[in-house]
C-alpha cells in the first residue's frame, strides 16, 4: 500500500526547487560544516523514532544540486536496461520498514589511541521509518543475466575522495543476494515524508542491517556487474583488517547497546531511577540487555520494552536502586538471538569502525 501523503508533484521539479539543505544549529551536534556531518543529540537518543531534522547526517562530498529532470538507469548485466522516473517509481509496489542506521564510525571519538576520522560520539545512529521500492522487484524486470556477482550503486554527489585519488562519484557495491533481498529497498520517504536533500532525495538505497555507508544516498545509476567492484569508498574505505591481517569489508552492524539515559557524569539522587537506552544488531533480534553498576563486575538482566522489529533497534529500562551513595561505572551489554554478545572493549582498527565495545557512563549518587 501507497503510504505517501504528498501529492506527485512534490516528487517533481516544483519540490527540489524549494528544498534547501538543512540549516546549521537545528539540533544535530556538527561535526563538520562542509560536507555537513552531524550527529544526533544524545537527549533524542532517547526516542525509538528520530524525527527527521535530528536524524544523524553523514556526507562524504557537497549535498548534489537538485536535478530537475530526473531519472535513475539501470543496466550493466542484465537483460533489459531501464530508466525510470520519479513517476515510474510511485506506480511500484511500495514496502514500509522501520529501520536503524548507524554509521560505520559511530564511537570513533572513543577509541584509544585515536584514529583520525570523524570523532562521532555516540550520536551517528538514528531510525526512521523508510518507505520505497523493493530494489529486487526493479532487478526482476531488467533481468539479471548468468554470471552476475554484484550490483553497484552510483550518487550524484562527486568530489575527490582523498588527496590524489582523483574526482570520483560515491560508488559502493553490494552482492547479488543482499541487493534481491526483498527488504532492501529503494526508499523515497523517511516518517512519512518525501527524503530531504541531505538524506537523499528524490531516492536512496536502505540496506536493512548494514552500517550506512551501503545506504547510497541521490540515487543516479544501478548497474549489475560481472566482476567484484573495487573503488575507493568500497576497498579503500569501510574496511577493517581480519586476524590473518587481510581486510575485512564491514557490513551488517555487530550487536551493540547505548545507555540514553543518564548521561555521563550526572548528579542522582539516593533512590530509584529508570536506566534506559538501545539495543541493535544488524544479524538478528536482540536476545537481552544485561547492565552492571560496577563496572562489569555483575550484571542484570534489562527489561526490553517498546516495538520489537527486525532492523529497527529495541528500547530497553532497567529499574536501578544505588545501594549507597557514591560513584558508579553503569555499563550496558547486548546479546543478539544470534549469540553474538556486545564486547567489553572494542577491536581497536586504523580506521575506527565497529566500535561495539561497552560505553562506561559514570555517575554520582548524593
Ligand atoms: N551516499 C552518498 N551518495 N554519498 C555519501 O557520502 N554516505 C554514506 C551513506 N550514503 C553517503 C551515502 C554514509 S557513510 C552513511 S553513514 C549514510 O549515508 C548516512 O546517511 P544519512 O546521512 O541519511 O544519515
Not at 550506512?212 to 567492484?229: C, D, N, Y
Request: proline share 8%; charged share 20%; net charge negative.
Amino acid at each position: 500500500m501507497n503510504t505517501c501523503k504528498c501529492s506527485k508533484a512534490e516528487f517533481g521539479r516544483e519540490r527540489s526547487e524549494t528544498l534547501s539543505a538543512q540549516p546549521e544549529g537545528t539540533g544535530l551536534v556538527t561535526i563538520e560544516h562542509e560536507p555537513i556531518i552531524g550527529e544526533t543529540p544524545q537527549a533524542t537518543l532517547q526516542s525509538w523514532l528520530t524525527p527527521n531534522p535530528l536524524f544523524y547526517i553523514r556526507n562524504h562530498y557537497s549535498i548534489p544540486e537538485s536535478v530537475s529532470q530526473w531519472e535513475l538507469a539501470l543496466d550493466g548485466n542484465v537483460d533489459n536496461a531501464l530508466s525510470l522516473t520519479l513517476t515510474d517509481f510511485r506506480s511500484f509496489p511500495i514496502q514500509t520498514l522501520p529501520i536503524t542506521l548507524e554509521c560505520a564510525g559511530n564511537n570513533r571519538s572513543d577509541l584509544e589511541p585515536q584514529v583520525p576520522g570523524n570523532p562521532f560520539q555516540n550520536g551517528a545512529i538514528s531510525t526512521a521509518i523508510w518507505a520505497g521500492v523493493p530494489l529486487r522487484h526493479l532487478l526482476e524486470r531488467a533481468g539479471i543475466s548468468k554470471g552476475s556477482v554484484e550490483v553497484l550503486f552510483e550518487g550524484f554527489d562527486i568530489g575527490e575522495p582523498a588527496p590524489g585519488e582523483g574526482t570520483q562519484p560515491y560508488l559502493r557495491s553490494l552482492p547479488i543476494d543482499v541487493a534481491t533481498h526483498p527488504d532492501t529497498l529503494l526508499a523515497y520517504e523517511m516518517n512519512g515524508e518525501p527524503l530531504s536533500r541531505e538524506h537523499g532525495y528524490p531516492i536512496r538505497l536502505i540496506v536493512p542491517g548494514w552500517y550506512g555507508m551501503a545506504s547510497v544516498k541521490w540515487l543516479r545509476r544501478i548497474s549489475v556487474l560481472q566482476e567484484p567492484f573495487e573503488g575507493f569508498f568500497q576497498t579503500d574505505r569501510y574496511i577493517v583488517e581480519g586476524d590473518d591481517g587481510e581486510p575485512v569489508p564491514v557490513a551488517q552492524m555487530h550487536v551493540k547497546s547505548l545507555i540514553s539515559w543518564p548521561e555521563s557524569n550526572a548528579q542522582l539522587s539516593m533512590q530509584s531511577h529508570m536506566i534506559n537506552g538501545m539495543a541493535w544488531s544488524g544479524f538478528a533480534h536482540i536476545a537481552k540487555v544485561e547492565i552492571s553498576d560496577d563496572g562489569g563486575e555483575t550484571w542484570h538482566e534489562a527489561d526490553l520494552v517498546g516495538p520489537r522489529y527486525r532492523y529497527s533497534w529495541q528500547q530497553w529500562h532497567f529499574a536501578w536502586s544505588p545501594k549507597s551513595a557514591g560513584h558508579y561505572t553503569l555499563v550496558a551489554r547486548a546479546t543478539d538471538e544470534d549469540g553474538n554478545t556486545q564486547p567489553l572493549e572494542t577491536r581497536w582498527n586504523s580506521l575506527g569502525y565497529i566500535i561495539n565495545g561497552v560505553r562506561p557512563v559514570r555517575v554520582e549518587v548524593n
